[in-house]
């Protein structure tokens, strides 16, 4: 292709107007449109089956394109736009089939299923990888043989603009393999029990970011009734105000500039096998610095230990775990890092190479990092060394040494601009709403940790996200599964109030809302850990209320729920739904977390036993109860309540 410039003060020729018009309108969009495809549409994806399908593309204006699958061919003609839709009848499991597209070029998609698509969204824990979790699941990733369930990871993307009509990439993977190391553990282990049951494909398209808040992934539409909201919403559509958030403000207000670490300083740093250690105080690991004689430090915190390593260890590859620490952390062992994480949440699990490790003392080093609450080693969790059949304990008397405190600051240094995920509608404009035009099954939800300080909200947020996701989709009443919040944090032995119980309150009374279930997962958390490792029962729960929902099997999908309560003298009678074969204590025990309270609102343990179907409670000291709540804690310490088919009862009150 030859390029014309004009020189100065020279008039262009004919010929040259006539190359530069022709070489314009060959780099103009329309002019060079080829048929294309949205990500979702491509090799290896799992349709919706005995539904109508929506195959679109994009392509020149005014061009005709044809789809041609399972020996049908659909013709249709591009818009204006060049957007272009056909619809192809509703299609029976099986596959592979092949599906060629054809325009002003031609695409061919293979090793497609027909099946049951589930969107699936949320925060952290609907993220969490089988990866995450390999050590738990490592049999299941090692026997992972599913090729007929699918993947297509949806990547994490914000607009505060307009909806999106397609994402920038993704594919759908099969659970083969180590291919389904990057899948939702949720998601596959509610798959793999869909899949065995019905021996049909499961397609998953998971949309979620971790620690977002429900509005994040309604859209603007759906956030009508909020005015809060839509405040919001229209503020973040205009770039200047954006703009605004993140300039400098005054020098005077400037955030300090972090003080050196002392570990890092020097003519040896702490980690080296040259430094001599010198002032360092004896601390327990796992364990909070905050709880061990540090007061209030946010800052640098060193550790350290010598370790002995066996002889059959040295030499070999190796693995440490580190459990949890708050926030961040970097591992030396004999002066070389061998691993590092810049926030709270993963579970620590280093490979150390093999030429690391020697026979006799190993120099264990971690620098800590925190900048807010308690920081160090969170407790009950695993801390060891171990490399083939050996392990080595590092729990134990370790010894620290502050690099650095950070200073206190009040002032505003820069604004900081918004976290673009946290704001009303920007992860449904971007993940959201490129996916609305692909048939699915319906939705499974896992989402509510970042709501937690707001339930009362909530209450109504929730109703409006299925509402919303059904309008968008177009297919009536999709069946939406969801998860209610497990148990977190400390245990408390005394009844108190509540934000998650409030939140997991909202969730159950979105139970109103038609063609809704919920897996109730208040036994499966843990204390110290916002993403508890039993991710297969979540999965399999829900798949339990998929069969009830949305597939009218006659099973029992849930748990105990509450249906009313009716005072008798000192007694209240609470009778539920979703009893099944029954009621039980699932460890044999009286049952435990109830309680009441009278006119004074202020609740006391009670005592409580099954009768048939009803549970009793009362306390001897109450002698006029009104109000009666269960498992009412952000983690309650015993809610043994079940049903015979082994499924928990949902937390309560009827204090509202």
Same mark, same amino acid.
């Given at each position: 292709?030859?390029?014309?410039?004009?020189?100065?003060?020279?008039?262009?020729?004919?010929?040259?107007?006539?190359?530069?018009?022709?070489? %314009?309108?060959?780099?103009?969009?329309?002019?060079?449109?080829?048929?294309?495809?949205?990500?979702?549409? +491509?090799?290896?994806?799992?349709?919706?089956?005995?539904?109508?399908?929506?195959? !679109?593309?994009?392509?020149?204006?005014?061009?005709?394109? +044809?789809?041609?699958?399972?020996?049908?061919?659909?013709?249709?003609?591009?818009?204006?736009?060049?957007? !272009?839709?056909?619809?192809?009848?509703?299609?029976?499991?099986?596959?592979?089939?092949?599906?060629?597209?054809?325009?002003?070029?031609?695409?061919?998609?293979?090793?497609?299923?027909?099946?049951?698509?589930?969107?699936?969204?949320?925060?952290?824990?609907?993220?969490?990888?089988?990866?995450?979790?390999?050590?738990?699941?490592?049999?299941?990733?090692?026997?992972?043989?599913?090729?007929?369930?699918?993947?297509? !990871?949806?990547?994490?993307?914000?607009?505060?603009?307009?909806?999106?009509?397609?994402?920038?990439?993704?594919?759908?993977?099969?659970?083969?393999?180590? =291919?389904?190391?990057?899948?939702?553990?949720?998601?596959?282990?509610?798959?793999?029990?869909?899949?065995?049951?019905?021996?049909?494909?499961?397609?998953?398209?998971?949309?979620?970011?971790?620690?977002?808040?429900?509005?994040?992934?309604?859209?603007?539409?759906?956030? $009508?009734?909020?005015?809060?909201?839509?405040?919001?919403?229209?503020?973040?559509?205009?770039?200047?105000?954006?703009?605004?958030?993140?300039?400098?403000?005054?020098?005077?207000?400037?955030?300090?500039?972090?003080?050196?670490?002392?570990?890092?300083?020097?003519?040896?740093? !702490?980690?080296?096998?040259?430094?001599?250690?010198?002032?360092?105080?004896?601390?327990?690991?796992?364990?909070?610095?905050?709880?061990?004689?540090?007061? =209030?430090?946010?800052?640098?915190?060193?550790?350290?230990?010598?370790?002995?390593?066996? $002889?059959?260890?040295?030499?070999?590859?190796?693995?440490?775990? %580190?459990?949890?620490?708050?926030?961040?952390?970097?591992?030396?062992?004999?002066?070389?890092?061998?691993?590092?994480?810049?926030?709270?949440?993963?579970?620590?699990?280093?490979?150390?190479?093999?030429?690391?490790?020697?026979?006799?003392?190993?120099?264990?080093?971690?620098?800590?990092?925190?900048?807010?609450?308690?920081?160090?080693?969170?407790?009950?969790?695993?801390?060891?060394?171990?490399?083939?059949?050996?392990?080595?304990?590092?729990?134990?008397?370790?010894?620290?040494?502050?690099?650095?405190?950070?200073?206190?600051?009040?002032?505003?240094?820069?604004?900081?601009?918004?976290?673009?995920?946290?704001?009303?509608? $920007?992860?449904?404009?971007?993940?959201?709403?490129?996916?609305?035009?692909?048939?699915?099954?319906?939705?499974?939800?896992?989402?509510?940790?970042?709501?937690?300080?707001?339930?009362?909200?909530?209450?109504?947020? %929730?109703?409006?996200?299925? +509402?919303?996701?059904?309008?968008?989709?177009?297919?009536?009443?999709?069946?939406?599964?969801?998860?209610?919040?497990?148990?977190?944090?400390?245990?408390?032995?005394?009844?108190?109030?509540?934000?998650?119980?409030?939140?997991?309150?909202?969730?159950?009374? $979105?139970?109103?809302?038609?063609?809704?279930?919920?897996?109730?997962?208040?036994?499966?958390?843990?204390?110290?850990?916002?993403?508890?490792?039993?991710?297969? =029962?979540?999965?399999?729960?829900?798949?339990?209320?998929?069969?009830?929902?949305?597939?009218?099997?006659?099973?029992?999908?849930?748990?105990?729920?509450?249906?009313?309560?009716?005072?008798?003298?000192?007694?209240?009678?609470?009778?539920?739904?979703?009893?099944?074969?029954?009621?039980?204590?699932?460890?044999?025990?009286?049952?435990?977390?109830?309680?009441?309270?009278?006119?004074?609102?202020?609740?006391?343990?009670?005592?409580?036993?099954?009768?048939?179907?009803?549970?009793?409670?009362?306390?001897?000291?109450?002698?006029?109860?009104?109000?009666?709540?269960?498992?009412?804690?952000?983690?309650?310490?015993?809610?043994?309540?079940?049903?015979?088919?082994?499924?928990?009862?949902?937390?309560?009150?009827?204090?509202?």
């Amino acid at each position: 292709m030859n390029f014309y410039i004009c020189r100065r003060g020279a008039l262009p020729t004919v010929g040259n107007l006539i190359a530069l018009l022709c070489l %314009l309108l060959a780099f103009h969009p329309t002019a060079r449109a080829q048929v294309r495809l949205p990500k979702l549409i +491509s090799n290896g994806m799992v349709l919706q089956r005995d539904v109508p399908l929506r195959i !679109w593309g994009w392509a020149k204006a005014g061009e005709r394109i +044809s789809v041609r699958f399972r020996n049908k061919t659909v013709r249709t003609v591009t818009d204006a736009a060049g957007k !272009w839709q056909v619809n192809l009848p509703p299609t029976p499991a099986g596959g592979p089939f092949v599906m060629a597209i054809e325009g002003s070029t031609k695409i061919s998609l293979t090793d497609i299923l027909i099946g049951d698509v589930w969107f699936c969204s949320g925060q952290s824990n609907m993220v969490h990888q089988m990866n995450i979790h390999d050590v738990t699941y490592a049999r299941d990733i090692r026997e992972a043989d599913y090729p007929q369930i699918r993947q297509f !990871w949806v990547p994490t993307l914000t607009s505060l603009q307009a909806p999106q009509s397609d994402l920038p990439e993704g594919q759908w993977k099969a659970a083969v393999g180590a =291919d389904v190391r990057p899948f939702s553990a949720v998601a596959y282990f509610f798959a793999r029990k869909l899949f065995d049951r019905y021996k049909i494909p499961v397609g998953i398209i998971n949309a979620s970011v971790g620690g977002t808040p429900i509005e994040a992934w309604i859209s603007e539409s759906g956030l $009508a009734d909020f005015s809060a909201l839509q405040t919001i919403i229209q503020k973040n559509k205009d770039t200047t105000y954006l703009n605004s958030l993140t300039r400098r403000q005054p020098a005077s207000a400037t955030r300090p500039a972090p003080p050196v670490d002392l570990g890092l300083t020097g003519p040896a740093k !702490w980690y080296e096998l040259t430094y001599t250690p010198k002032g360092w105080r004896p601390i327990n690991v796992p364990g909070y610095w905050e709880d061990q004689g540090i007061k =209030d430090l946010n800052g640098v915190v060193w550790y350290r230990r010598e370790v002995d390593v066996p $002889a059959s260890m040295a030499g070999k590859p190796a693995t440490v775990f %580190l459990g949890r620490i708050v926030d961040a952390d970097e591992l030396y062992i004999n002066g070389k890092q061998v691993g590092r994480t810049t926030y709270q949440y993963p579970q620590r699990r280093y490979t150390v190479p093999a030429d690391v490790l020697k026979a006799g003392k190993n120099a264990f080093v971690v620098r800590v990092t925190n900048t807010g609450g308690k920081g160090g080693f969170v407790p009950d969790k695993p801390y060891c060394l171990f490399a083939g059949a050996d392990t080595v304990d590092l729990k134990g008397t370790w010894h620290y040494k502050v690099g650095t405190a950070y200073r206190p600051f009040a002032g505003g240094g820069f604004g900081g601009g918004i976290n673009a995920q946290n704001q009303p509608t $920007a992860l449904f404009n971007a993940m959201v709403a490129p996916d609305i035009q692909y048939a699915i099954k319906g939705f499974c939800w896992y989402q509510g940790e970042s709501n937690a300080g707001r339930p009362q909200e909530y209450q109504k947020l %929730l109703p409006a996200l299925i +509402s919303d996701w059904r309008n968008q989709w177009k297919q009536g009443q999709l069946p939406f599964l969801y998860v209610q919040l497990p148990g977190y944090m400390e245990y408390n032995y005394l009844p108190a109030e509540s934000g998650w119980a409030t939140l997991r309150e909202a969730q159950l009374n $979105a139970l109103s809302v038609p063609n809704t279930a919920m897996a109730v997962a208040i036994d499966l958390g843990e204390w110290n850990d916002i993403h508890p490792d039993n991710k297969k =029962d979540v999965g399999e729960r829900l798949a339990l209320a998929a069969l009830k929902t949305a597939y009218k099997e006659n099973v029992v999908a849930s748990g105990p729920l509450f249906q009313s309560a009716s005072v008798d003298g000192n007694r209240i009678t609470i009778r539920f739904t979703s009893t099944g074969s029954g009621l039980i204590t699932n460890d044999g025990e009286e049952l435990g977390e109830f309680a009441v309270a009278g006119s004074d609102r202020k609740f006391v343990w009670a005592r409580a036993k099954i009768e048939g179907d009803k549970v009793v409670v009362w306390n001897d000291e109450v002698t006029a109860p009104l109000y009666v709540r269960y498992a009412w804690a952000d983690n309650p310490v015993q809610p043994n309540l079940y049903n015979k088919e082994g499924l928990p009862a949902s937390p309560f009150r009827t204090d509202k």
